[in-house]
């Protein structure tokens, strides 16, 4: 079966620390994956896709690792910031699978 | 890129009543995908709606409760049916801009916020 899981599933840090996201998939044949974000009772944001070819996607304080053969992927959030304090979803396109599969998402509060 | 736009942004509703949640695109697409997420989950496709054929519903979800128009490449309609307060959840329309998913990134509409009373 081909699921996403993201861990932990909630997680706080001081203003200013870096933060590391995990996703962890269980089939490396994929198109793409990408992360979004979601602030409470809105819709989604796309912050980086990374296509099945590539190891990595930066967007200003923002970098997503992928590495397929141990079905992972890991976001990176430089100097955190109070607004950077939202739920980060990972997102999977599969292989044989018209649509993306979704973690349960990292929610994050940065402390002031 | 594609902004959607979707009504209502919320709505709290009578059980047995029926909801239709409108979606809107800024540009034509094929590919247009409605989701559901229940409070604390996260997102579970409901459906997947492209122009000119039916909706196809994913394991769970059936056409009586969930209908689904798609009358042009720039709008859907989603109705929730013969609500009951299980139905309380965030509804969300969503498009690709390529021919498949995982060809390019896909982007989401604020979503409708619907709780069933």
């Known amino acids: 079966k081909q699921e996403v899981t993201q861990i932990p599933a909630a997680l706080s840090v001081p203003e200013g620390e870096n933060l590391v996201l995990n996703c962890s998939f269980t089939?490396?044949?994929?198109?793409?994956l990408q992360w979004f974000r979601q602030d409470p009772g809105k819709g989604l944001t796309s912050l980086l896709l990374?296509?099945?070819?590539?190891r990595e996607q930066t967007s200003g304080r923002l970098n997503a690792s992928l590495d397929k053969s141990s079905g992972r992927s890991t976001l990176y959030i430089a100097a955190s910031q109070p607004g950077d304090s939202a739920t980060y979803l990972c997102?999977?396109?599969?292989?044989?699978?018209?649509?993306?599969?979704f973690g349960k998402g990292n929610q994050v509060v940065v402390i002031p | 890129s594609a902004v959607i736009s979707q009504k209502p942004s919320r709505d709290i509703c009578q059980r047995g009543t029926s909801l239709t949640i409108q979606c809107q695109v800024d540009?034509?697409?094929?590919?247009m995908f409605w989701y559901r997420q229940q409070p604390g989950q996260s997102l579970t496709l409901i459906a997947t709606a492209n122009q000119g054929s039916e909706a196809t519903y994913e394991s769970g979800f059936v056409i009586d409760k969930f209908p689904i128009s798609r009358p042009n490449l720039t709008f859907s309609t989603l109705t929730v049916s013969n609500m009951s307060p299980e139905d309380s959840s965030i509804y969300l329309c969503s498009v690709s801009l390529g021919l498949k998913v995982g060809g390019e990134t896909q982007y989401f509409g604020p979503g409708t916020r619907l709780l069933v009373l």
């Open positions: 540009s034509q697409v094929t590919m």
């Open positions: 089939d490396s044949a994929i198109y793409n």
């Open positions: 997102a999977v396109a599969f292989y044989g699978n018209n649509r993306l599969a």
């Open positions: 990374i296509q099945s070819s590539q």
